[in-house]
């Protein structure tokens, strides 16, 4: 029997995604919660349903349908249950299973250090993950961004975004420091503030396993684990060592490391096998550049994947095309990668793209991919006649500018 929900209205007709033997069951109609966002989410979340529900109904002649199911967070929840992040919309997403979601102011004074960071750390959504690729006719600042076509798997419940800090000066912080000095010789100057960055085995195995899996499954060349490991041994050095351990266990059949590359196999990596290997952070924002087309899959902890996917984002137009999800096991919470841009927020003129190629995620992540490939095409066609929003309009020689909401309009027209 379906939950009852103090502000959630269950659409009719509607089919919730279920598991069987581990594997996601999705219905003809499925309900999708739907966190509408703040600030431009108003104007971008309308434009992408529209786009995903004129998809859908195109590639299969009205045999799936998406039901939409509205829940809340950020400025609307504090709205309508006086609470920024309501539990009921919590548990709903926990039971429906996928999920799309706009972008989400953080309150000021309390309460949040961030409502997307507790989304992840509530449901365990330990994945960030975010694919860049480039559309012909995008702007960008490199010479060759075609050759940039990534996943990042970003571990998204660990590291310093944990969230475990002290304030300079406080009393928690004096202690911390007292004891770190006097019991581990440590020499922290008492001026400081204090972090701590946890990086767990059981944290970076769920990252690397479903990375691995990705690139098993789209028959993807390599994963590289990035890492600063050369200085952070024990957390950043652990994060490789441990990815190593897994995909030389786990997936033996399936993966050989870098050095069994070159010092079993002559460089040339047998057929149906997945190469391993590392790269230090700093070495890889540089090779990200220079080397783009001899990476296909990165896993990395999460202060490194959040810096590296905003990079590679930067190559092929910005965030204003860059997808994201948040994934546990089952959990998927696609969402713009993107903030909520006030300033712009119902002027009906940003770029819905990021969203919209969330949204395309989620629709791949259903397995419905008629109608992913069905938007990912019509986004190439309409940059091709050089209809976009304001952000690419600027950059593109002899571009027509549009709306928000017309944008949407003309990809739904080149589908």
């Not at 250090?113 to 694919?131: E, K």
């Not at 972090?195 to 690139?215: D, F, H, M």
């Amino acid at each position: 029997m379906a939950p009852k929900y103090k502000h959630i209205k269950i659409p009719e007709g509607g089919q919730r995604i279920t598991i069987k033997k581990k594997k996601l069951v999705i219905p003809n109609k499925p309900i999708i919660p739907v966190i509408e966002g703040d600030g431009i989410g108003r104007d971008i979340m309308k434009a992408t349903r529209r786009v995903v529900d004129a998809a859908v109904e195109k590639a299969y002649k009205g045999r799936k349908k998406i039901a939409w199911m509205d829940v809340y967070a950020g400025e609307n929840a504090n709205r309508i249950y006086k609470e920024w992040l309501p539990q009921e919309t919590i548990d709903a997403i926990e039971y429906y299973y996928v999920a799309l979601k706009g972008p989400l102011t953080t309150p000021i004074g309390g309460g949040f250090r961030s409502l997307n960071v507790s989304l992840r750390q509530i449901m365990n959504l330990y994945a960030c993950v975010r694919p860049v690729s480039y559309f012909k006719g995008v702007p960008s600042p490199v010479t060759n961004p075609e050759k940039m076509d990534v996943c990042i798997f970003r571990e998204n419940t660990e590291d310093v975004y944990a969230g475990i800090e002290w304030k300079k000066g406080s009393k928690e912080v004096k202690k911390v420091i007292n004891w770190l000095n006097k019991n581990m010789k440590s020499g922290i100057r008492l001026d400081s503030g204090i972090g701590i960055k946890p990086i767990s085995v059981t944290g970076t195995k769920n990252l690397v396993r479903k990375a691995i899996q990705y690139a098993i499954d789209r028959k993807l060349p390599s994963v590289t684990l990035v890492h600063k490991g050369n200085i952070m041994k024990y957390t950043e050095g652990a994060f490789r060592d441990w990815g190593y351990k897994l995909a030389t266990t786990e997936f033996r059949n399936k993966c050989i490391t870098e050095d069994e590359l070159w010092g079993k196999y002559k460089g040339k990596a047998p057929k149906g096998k997945i190469v391993i290997n590392d790269r230090i952070a700093d070495s890889m924002f540089q090779q990200i550049l220079t080397r783009t087309d001899e990476y296909s899959v990165l896993a990395t902890p999460n202060l490194n994947g959040d810096y590296l996917s905003d990079a590679c984002a930067a190559q092929v137009g910005g965030l204003g095309m860059a997808p994201g999800a948040n994934m546990g096991d089952y959990i998927g919470l696609f969402e713009a990668t993107h903030g909520t841009a006030p300033k712009y927020a119902d002027k009906d003129m940003v770029n819905p793209g990021s969203l919209i190629l969330s949204a395309e995620m989620m629709l791949d992540y259903l397995r419905w991919d008629k109608a992913s490939e069905m938007i990912t095409k019509a986004i190439e066609k309409t940059i091709k006649k050089k209809t976009v929003t304001y952000d690419l309009h600027r950059q593109m020689k002899g571009a027509k500018k549009v709306s928000t909401s017309k944008y949407a309009t003309c990809i739904i027209d080149n589908m």
